[in-house]
């Protein structure tokens, strides 16, 4: 140990949104997020999405048997209902009263992957959203248009101005996450509304378009929402480096296979979680609020969501060296390969689970 090395406790981190998909590559990419997150909230866009209690149970057994011999002892999968026309709401209220379902995610059709069974309009699911204010199940939201004659920064605004808001102002009750924000309007409606939480992912806090677009263009930098410009970035980073309860951690980790990053259309989403938690680390390091870590990696989503803190501790060491070579690639068992986002970060980083 040099006099360098920096040592902290926190909370057991959860993941408040992240992609494990199914077969050989949920096997593949579950470990990483079960051995260092107690919770993680799975996405429900797999094929065929995830639109009953019956399925969430089925792949919440799959999730728990991909976990892995390493995951946390309390590592608990929370599972997500895709909003459309089939989801049935007698079977939500009752999947999320038994404690099958945490909440239901909204996808605009067509606005990212695996997104075709989303909705064209989200008041349009008035009824559901009524009934999960009532019985205070969380609405989480991709919220990014889908209108072709918009320019791909500005849709996320757009999205919360005109589909958002409304929601959000006529059905005051309902809790809200807008997730992986990108911009300052995700920020905004967030800041604006006690009843709307914001997730934040380790890429959209420490990349900007520039990263994506101006020396050769890197697709394994592609996700949706598009990262956007070194301004709403800073945003980002000081939303999530502020304290400020409102605004929590959540991966947004979404592998694709290395086909299909490096094709003629690019796969939205960015396989991250090996080095999530020490990106974000070096991040607030180097912004100088470590003491600000845990509340957004480990405190915020929790109380947001009306979950108990975890009473479990890690430990995060930073080296000063950086002779560790992590690596950047992944396989799965039947040999494809995914790239993984934020080695750098892993070079400095380590962490151990004390309780
Ligand atoms: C996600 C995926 O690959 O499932 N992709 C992404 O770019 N973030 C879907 C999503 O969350 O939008
Ligand atoms: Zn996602």
Redesign the pocket.
């Known amino acids: 140990m040099t006099d360098d090395t920096v040592t902290l406790e926190i909370a057991a981190p959860d993941d408040w949104h992240v992609?494990l998909r199914d077969d050989e590559m949920l096997s593949a990419v579950t470990p990483y997020t079960a051995n260092v997150f107690r919770h993680a909230v799975v996405?429900p866009?797999i094929t065929p999405p995830v639109t009953s209690t019956q399925a969430a149970a089925a792949y919440r057994a799959r999730v728990l048997s991909a976990a892995g011999p390493d995951a946390r002892h309390d590592f608990t999968p929370m599972m997500v209902l895709y909003l459309n026309e089939q989801i049935v709401v007698d079977d939500l209220l009752a999947g999320a009263a038994d404690g099958v379902v945490f909440g239901a995610k909204y996808y605009p059709a067509g606005a990212?992957?695996?997104s075709a069974a989303g909705g064209n309009d989200l008041l349009a699911f008035r009824p559901v959203l009524e009934a999960m204010a009532g019985a205070g199940i969380p609405l989480l939201v991709?919220a990014e248009s889908t209108d072709p004659s918009l320019d791909i920064f500005d849709r996320e605004a757009d999205f919360i101005e005109k589909q958002l808001l409304p929601v959000v102002e006529q059905i005051p009750e309902l809790r809200v996450t807008v997730?992986?924000i990108s911009t300052r309007a995700g920020l905004d409606i967030v800041k604006d509304h006690p009843q709307v939480g914001g997730s934040i992912t380790p890429h959209h806090l420490t990349c900007d378009r520039s990263d994506l677009l101006a020396n050769g263009m890197r697709p394994h930098l592609y996700?949706?929402p598009v990262i956007n410009s070194r301004e709403e970035r800073m945003a980002i980073a000081e939303a999530a480096t502020s304290g400020n309860p409102s605004f929590f951690f959540g991966t947004?980790s979404?592998p694709?296979p290395l086909s299909k990053k490096e094709a003629e259309k690019v796969?939205?989403?960015?396989f991250n979680a090996p080095y999530a938690l020490e990106v974000v680390a070096e991040l607030f390091f180097e912004l100088g609020c470590l003491d600000r870590l845990e509340g957004f990696v480990s405190h915020h989503g929790a109380d947001h969501y009306g979950v108990e803190r975890s009473p479990a501790k890690i430990r995060l060491t930073r080296r000063a060296d950086t002779e560790i070579d992590p690596p950047e690639a992944m396989f799965t068992a039947d040999g494809t390969e995914v790239r993984i986002f934020g080695a750098d970060a892993a070079r400095r980083w380590a962490w151990e689970a004390v309780s």
């Open positions: 992609h996405m866009n990212t992957t695996n991709h997730e992986h996700c949706k947004d979404a694709h796969a939205a989403g960015i």
